[in-house]
C-alpha cells in the first residue's frame, strides 16, 4: 500500500492492506500488491527481524498510519532496547491494515459508536457494514423504526425479533457454541432481548452504551462484534498469513508478531492458518497481545464447561511460537471488561473476580486454561522480564495501561513505553 516515515524520526515501515475477504488490496502506486515490493526489499537488505503490527476495531488508513506511528515510535524511542538484540540487529517494521470500522473508532475508549448520530446516518452506516444488500436493508429498516417508535423499550417488539433473525440469516451468523469455537462461532446464540437487557445492566452499572447506542438497537452490537471477529479471522488465515509464509521463504529473519483489540484475532489466525491447519516454513519467534478482544479460553486445553480444547490450541501443540507469548490485562479497560462480554456472552461480567467466566477477554483476565501460562505484572521501561521460550506471560498491566486525562477509556492506551519494552524483551528471548 505505502511506505510511512514515522514523525520525528528517520524510521520507515510499510503499511500493506488487506480488504474484507482476506485478500491483498491491488491499489500499490506501482501496480498490484504492495507486499511485492517489500518482499523484493526484504531479500535486498537481509533485516534480522521483522515486526509485525495489527490494529483491531479501527478502521480507516489514516486511523491505522495513526497508531503505527505511535506504537512503534514508542518501540525505536527505548535505544537500550534496541541495543540488546545485538550488533548487527536491523528491523523492518509492517503495519497490517484492514476493514474493521463498524460505527465508531477504538480511540473513544470502547467498542461502543456514537448513540448521538441522526438514526438515517446511523442505519446507512450500520447496512453498508453488514454488506449493504437489500436481504440486509430490509430487517434493519424494521429494526430501526422500532427503535425511533420507542427509543426506551425495555422489551423487542415481536416484528423486530423477526427482523433480527431475518438479518442474521443474511450475513451467515453462526456464533453460538459458549466459548468453544472459532472467534467467530463462540457466544451466545442471536438474542436481542437479552441483548438489550445486558446493555441496560453495563449501561446503569458503569454509565456507558453498548455497541451501538441501547435499546431495540442493542442485538446490533452482538452481530456487530461477530462481524468484526469473523473479519479478522477470514484475513488473518488468509492473505496475512500468506504473506508472512512468502517472507519465511525469502528471508531469514525472526518475525514477531503484535496484535491489539481484535487484531489478536487477526495475529492468532495468522499462526493458526487456513481453518486451523496452515503450516508456516518455521516458528514465529514472539507474540503480544495487547488488551485482547479473544476468549481467555481461545488457547485453552478445555474451554469453560467443556472438554473441546479452544481453537488457537493447536498453536501451542503444534509449536508454532518458538518463543515468549505475552498478554497484556487491565482493569481500567471497560471495551474488553464491559462491552466484550456484553456482546459475546449477552451478560456483564467485569467484576474481575477470582473465578474465571464463560465469557471473558483477554484484555481482561489473559489466557487461561493451559499449563504453559503464568501470571506477573508488567515492569517498568527498564525492568528485566527474562520471559521464557515456550510460555505465556499474562501481564498485569492496570498500573499503565490506564484512562488518562483527557481520555474516555484505558482500551488504546497502549503507547506508553512500559507496553513497547515488554515487546521488546520478548523479541530479545530470540
Same mark, same amino acid.
Given at each position: 500500500m505505502s511506505t510511512h516515515t514515522i514523525p520525528g524520526t528517520n524510521t520507515e515501515y510499510h503499511l500493506i492492506a488487506f480488504d474484507a475477504d482476506g485478500l491483498?488490496?491491488?491499489?500499490?502506486?506501482?501496480?498490484?500488491?504492495?507486499?511485492?515490493?517489500?518482499?523484493e526489499k526484504v531479500k535486498a537488505e537481509a533485516p534480522t527481524n521483522i515486526f509485525f503490527f495489527s490494529h483491531g476495531w479501527k478502521g480507516d488508513a489514516p486511523a491505522a498510519i495513526d497508531?503505527?506511528?505511535?506504537?512503534?515510535?514508542?518501540?525505536?524511542?527505548?535505544?537500550?532496547?534496541?541495543?540488546?538484540?545485538?550488533?548487527?540487529?536491523?528491523?523492518l517494521w509492517i503495519g497490517l491494515h484492514w476493514p474493521s470500522l463498524p460505527w465508531g473508532e477504538e480511540g473513544s475508549g470502547s467498542f461502543a459508536a456514537a448513540g448521538g448520530k441522526p438514526l438515517d446516518q446511523l !442505519?446507512?452506516?450500520? /447496512?453498508? %457494514?453488514? @454488506?449493504? #444488500? +437489500?436481504?440486509?436493508?430490509?430487517? =434493519?429498516?424494521?429494526? !430501526?423504526?422500532?427503535? /425511533?417508535? %420507542?427509543? @426506551?423499550? #425495555? +422489551?423487542?417488539?415481536?416484528?423486530? =425479533?423477526?427482523?433480527?433473525?431475518?438479518?442474521?440469516t443474511a450475513i451467515g451468523f453462526s456464533a453460538g457454541k459458549g466459548s468453544a469455537g472459532a472467534p467467530d462461532e463462540d457466544g451466545e446464540p442471536l438474542d436481542p432481548q437479552a441483548a438489550l437487557d445486558a446493555d441496560t445492566m453495563a449501561m446503569q452499572s458503569f454509565g456507558l452504551f453498548g455497541a451501538i447506542g441501547g435499546g431495540i438497537l442493542s442485538g446490533l452490537g452482538q452481530l456487530s462484534f461477530w462481524t468484526m471477529k469473523k473479519r479478522g479471522r477470514t484475513v488473518g488465515e488468509g492473505g496475512m498469513h500468506q504473506l508472512v509464509s512468502a517472507l519465511q521463504q525469502v528471508s531469514n529473519a525472526k518475525i514477531h508478531l503484535m496484535?491489539?483489540?481484535?487484531?489478536?484475532?487477526?495475529?492468532?489466525?495468522?499462526?493458526?492458518?487456513?481453518?486451523?491447519?496452515g503450516a508456516l516454513a518455521r516458528p514465529i519467534n514472539s507474540v503480544a497481545l495487547v488488551q485482547g478482544a479473544l476468549s481467555l479460553w481461545s488457547y485453552a486445553?478445555?474451554?469453560?464447561?467443556?472438554?473441546?480444547?479452544?481453537?488457537?490450541?493447536?498453536?501451542?501443540?503444534?509449536?508454532v511460537v518458538s518463543g515468549p507469548i505475552i498478554t497484556t490485562k487491565s482493569k481500567h479497560d471497560t471495551a474488553v471488561g464491559v462491552l466484550y462480554p456484553t456482546a459475546v456472552g449477552l451478560v456483564r461480567e467485569a467484576d474481575f473476580a477470582d473465578e474465571l467466566p464463560k465469557y471473558g477477554g483477554i484484555g481482561s483476565f489473559g489466557i487461561q486454561g493451559t499449563t504453559v501460562s503464568a501470571e506477573r505484572d508488567m515492569l517498568d521501561k527498564d525492568g528485566d522480564y527474562g520471559f521464557a521460550s515456550g510460555k505465556i506471560h499474562n501481564l498485569e498491566s492496570s498500573t499503565y495501561i490506564a484512562k488518562k486525562e483527557g481520555a474516555s477509556g484505558a482500551h488504546s492506551d497502549i503507547a506508553g513505553p512500559q507496553v513497547a519494552h515488554a515487546i521488546w524483551q520478548a523479541a530479545l528471548v530470540s
Open positions: 491483498e488490496r491491488t491499489d500499490d502506486v506501482a501496480g498490484g500488491v504492495f507486499s511485492r515490493t517489500v518482499l497508531q503505527y506511528n505511535r506504537w512503534i515510535k514508542a518501540m525505536v524511542d527505548l535505544t537500550p532496547d534496541a541495543q540488546r538484540m545485538g550488533a548487527g540487529f536491523k528491523p !442505519f446507512e452506516e450500520t /447496512a453498508r %457494514d453488514f @454488506g449493504g #444488500s +437489500e436481504a440486509v436493508r430490509g430487517p =434493519l429498516k424494521v429494526i !430501526f423504526d422500532a427503535h /425511533a417508535q %420507542d427509543p @426506551g423499550a #425495555s +422489551e423487542v417488539p415481536a416484528r423486530a =425479533l423477526q427482523a433480527y433473525r431475518d438479518l442474521a496484535g491489539h483489540s481484535f487484531g489478536c484475532v487477526v495475529v492468532s489466525s495468522i499462526l493458526n492458518g487456513p481453518d486451523g491447519k486445553d478445555k474451554v469453560f464447561g467443556s472438554s473441546q480444547p479452544g481453537y488457537f490450541r493447536n498453536v501451542l501443540t503444534r509449536g
